[in-house]
């Protein structure tokens, strides 16, 4: 059975996006980390401040009164709705695929493997 529809949308092009459920569709506060870490890679790495930000904009409250950057990511996790597992096992290698921050966590485990 086929979820996607084909119905035309405003711009008479065919919307093949309408049906697909929400757990399926982008969410925009994955994009908005995807663009910090980006940002982050080019210019040096996580900074305290860049994290408060994001936090800030993905709706967690207060983010400037938590001074570690581990809980401010955890906190971020939980805001978009995800588990707070950024760095909890450093045993396992990150096996989530859909978690924007697996690259950064897989660099810290390699580091701690040194």
């Known amino acids: 059975m086929n979820t996607l529809s084909t119905t035309a949308n405003i711009n008479g092009f065919p919307s093949i996006f309408q049906d697909i459920s929400p757990r399926v569709a982008v969410n925009p506060a994955n994009m908005q980390i995807s663009r910090y870490l ?8 996580i900074t305290l401040s860049g994290l408060h930000r994001l936090a800030r904009s993905v709706g967690v409250n207060n983010p400037e009164k938590t001074s570690l950057k581990i809980d401010v990511i955890h906190a971020i996790q939980k805001a978009t709705y995800h588990s707070a597992c950024f760095r909890a096992e450093t045993s396992k290698l990150c096996t989530r695929e859909d978690c924007s921050w697996q690259g950064e966590c897989k660099k810290l485990i390699a580091e701690w493997y040194r």
């Open 38 to 45: 980006a940002q982050a890679e080019e210019d040096g790495g």
